[in-house]
């Protein structure tokens, strides 16, 4: 029942910055975890960043911390990743998804969407 729809990918210069949206429809996210994983050709798919719904806390793995963070909207079922600072190795397919946020990192659930793209290149 619950969909996720990424958006806010492009084409950006090292040291720039994007804002990248996930909205759930279907099905309310508020009692629920958000986490965010990219996948660049070849690689694994990694989580990189999650939120508690309830009470927004949140995890970063160490290669992005401090340049990205991630934020809520449970009004709108909605959350953002802010990327800043952004390096040509962030360049990435970037997903959303119910997860199980814990001290880990973002363990997926349910309902991965179709990912937006992005790309740091000058």
């Known amino acids: 029942q619950l969909e996720l729809v990424e958006s806010g990918g492009g084409l950006v210069q090292p040291g720039g910055s994007l804002r990248l949206s996930c909205v759930g429809s279907g099905s309310s996210l508020h009692m629920s975890a958000v986490g965010w994983f990219r996948q660049a050709p070849g690689q694994e798919r990694e989580g990189i960043s999650c939120i508690n719904m309830s009470d927004g806390k949140t995890y970063y793995t160490d290669s992005v911390k401090g340049r990205f963070t991630i934020s809520r909207d449970n009004a709108k079922n909605t959350v953002y990743l802010q990327m800043n600072s952004l390096k040509r190795e962030d360049t990435a397919r970037y997903y959303c998804?119910?997860?199980?946020?814990?001290?880990?990192?973002?363990?997926?659930?349910?309902?991965w969407g179709q990912g937006t793209l992005v790309t740091v290149s000058s």
């Open positions: 998804a119910k997860v199980s946020c814990t001290w880990i990192g973002p363990v997926y659930l349910d309902a």
